[in-house]
């Protein structure tokens, strides 16, 4: 029982060095800048942008979990909205659109783990090629031609999605809280989050265990189409158009979100509650560089900086862990061996 609880304090450590980063940045911004982060607006601007970022940062933590990669997301992203625009601007009928754009989703992350499952495709390799696929049938679709979403506007759907709560709090923030908790519970309190957790850390072991390895990927892969399309549909929604170039952009903040958060990308490790935060560190740096009066020019260079601090300090505190457990066990055993 002793042994748990440290481990939780010690796991508890990595989360509160994550969130230590995102205090230290704020407190940077509000120094360089305290009119600005000190107002409202600048945190309605990132309640109104971040949640994109984050909820496909959360989607993509039980994938780097199990030892998979997803980089089709943007572009899955990408041709997901545009089908919700489409059958929209043809059927007139929101919540249509709505249901077939996650369906579409669906079946993209069901062809990513049929063909990484099933067939053997390394995630990495097969993903690119369908990154490439699917942002190329969103040009072949639209003829590089964007679709305005302005009808959508004063429907149910729309302000449940991207409306103003209280006319302050963007709807889409809300959503990625919420996600966040369900991920977070599903993670740690589910069984099939300690599966998710098994099949990354040993799969053959996981196997033995009775773990259905292949279903647990299955549905990982499938819930990132999910969630792609869902944040396809949010973005679109928030700006009332959809662009053929939906998605891009996304990709790398999304990744070193996860990162960031201190899942391990060699699997069998991951914590919502960081990546959350590391979502919420890529997404304020840029307005925070500029805000703060620095050039853009230094934007990417800030971006590796913080990246590369946070996996810093998640490895060391990482090392000091696995020492500490080496040394608890190799106490353990001496003891026993006085025992006998």
């Not at 709090?169 to 957790?197: D, E, K, S, T």
């Not at 919420?280 to 307005?287: D, K, P, Q």
Request: net charge positive; charged share 10%; with cysteine.
């Amino acid at each position: 029982m002793l042994e748990k609880i440290k481990q939780k304090i010690n796991e508890s450590k990595l989360q509160l060095s994550i969130f230590g980063v995102l205090v230290i940045v704020f407190v940077i911004f509000i120094i360089k800048n305290p009119q600005t982060f000190l107002s409202y607006r600048i945190y309605y601007a990132f309640m109104s942008t971040i949640p994109f970022s984050a909820i496909l940062a959360l989607s993509l933590t039980p994938v780097v979990i199990l030892g998979e990669i997803d980089l089709s997301f943007p572009s899955v992203m990408g041709f997901s909205a545009w089908v919700f625009a489409f059958v929209f601007n043809q059927t007139n009928n929101i919540y249509l659109a709505f249901v077939i754009c996650l369906a579409v989703g669906m079946f993209a992350g069901f062809i990513n783990s049929v063909l990484i499952v099933r067939v053997g495709i390394p995630s990495l390799i097969l993903t690119i090629g369908m990154m490439f696929m699917w942002r190329g049938l969103v040009y072949i679709a639209s003829a590089g031609q964007g679709l305005s979403l302005v009808g959508t506007k004063g429907t149910i759907l729309y302000k449940a999605l991207v409306g103003r709560i209280g006319g302050q709090v963007p709807a889409q923030a809300i959503w990625a809280v919420v996600i966040a908790i369900v991920f977070a519970l599903i993670l740690n309190r589910h069984r099939f989050g300690a599966h998710i957790l098994y099949t990354g850390d040993d799969a053959v072991s996981a196997k033995m265990m009775g773990v259905n390895v292949a279903k647990v990927k299955t549905i990982v892969f499938m819930q990132v189409g999910v969630c792609a399309a869902f944040v396809g549909v949010l973005a679109s929604l928030e700006v009332l158009y959809l662009w053929a170039s939906t998605g891009e952009g996304y990709l790398m903040k999304s990744l070193a979100s996860v990162f960031i958060g201190g899942t391990s990308v060699f699997g069998g490790m991951g914590t919502i509650f960081g990546t959350f935060v590391g979502a919420i560190i890529m997404g304020s740096l840029e307005a925070g560089i500029v805000v703060g009066g620095i050039s853009g020019f230094w934007t990417q260079f800030i971006f590796g900086l913080v990246i590369v601090i946070s996996l810093t300090i998640y490895a060391y505190m990482n090392k000091r862990i696995n020492l500490g457990r080496k040394l608890i066990s190799s106490i353990k055993s001496l003891f026993g061996r006085a025992k006998k």
